[in-house]
């Protein structure tokens, strides 16, 4: 299986900072991977897909970049809303495979 | 709006079965492609299998392999998870998601506790 390796685990950030979240593949995967925000007691939501396009609805300070093994989310300026833990997602190959999240805190 | 809502859940002890379900609305459901995935605490988020729009191609992770059986219904926009023999790692929130180009639509989950 591959396997996504998540950094950081967790990051305490302010409002209006730049963030940048990072997910590594074992092998290359394309651009298969999926950026996803969870909140607590709440589903994961889609952000980015195919490493680098907005899921419609998403804010735009939202990005993602990367292909192959190495993958990048960036929220360009913080938002009191954006406080929540982030995941990587390879759909690549079966077994499909998470990151272990990074959970994003108020500094 | 797109909508899923899984039930089924519950208390099992060690060994035992249950049947989650998926009830899909607010887009065509057989034109999808759907996923069960679950999430615990210690483990996070983990897929754990896989039915084509047909129902044709079937995959699972192999930590369920043989022990679940996903099925989907699409006279009646249902998706099913067979649980059988649970173990006391089988512990979690299962979600049933759509996919498209991604996981795009997720269901609100429902908790699996197995239990002695």
């Known amino acids: 299986a591959i396997q996504m390796t998540q950094s950081p685990s967790s990051l305490s950030a302010s409002v209006g900072d730049r963030v940048t979240i990072s997910c590594r593949a074992s092998q290359g995967i394309r651009n298969d991977l999926g950026w996803y925000q969870q909140k607590p007691g709440k589903a994961p939501k889609l952000l980015i897909y195919a490493a680098s396009s907005l899921q419609n609805g998403v804010p735009s300070r939202f990005s993602g970049s990367g292909s192959g093994t190495d993958f990048t989310l960036t929220i360009s300026s913080l938002q009191p809303e954006d406080f929540a833990t982030y995941y990587c997602l390879q759909d690549h190959n079966y077994p499909y495979t998470f990151g272990q999240g990074t959970k994003l805190e108020i500094k | 709006q797109v909508q899923l809502v899984e039930s089924g859940g519950g208390l099992v002890k060690p060994g035992g079965s249950l049947r989650l379900s998926c009830a899909a609305s607010?887009?065509?459901?057989?034109?999808?492609?759907m996923t069960w995935i679950r999430q615990t605490p210690r483990k996070g988020l983990e897929w754990v299998s896989y039915?084509?729009?047909?129902?044709?191609?079937?995959f699972y992770a192999d930590s369920v392999k043989g022990r679940f059986t996903i099925s989907r219904d699409n006279a009646k926009n249902l998706l099913y998870l067979q649980m059988n023999s649970l173990r006391v790692d089988d512990t979690a929130v299962y979600y049933c998601?759509?996919?498209?180009?991604?996981?795009?639509?997720w269901g609100q989950g429902t908790l699996v506790t197995v239990s002695s």
């Open positions: 998601a759509k996919k498209w180009l991604a996981f795009d639509s």
């Open positions: 039915i084509s729009s047909t129902g044709s191609t079937i």
């Open positions: 607010g887009f065509t459901f057989s034109d999808y492609y």
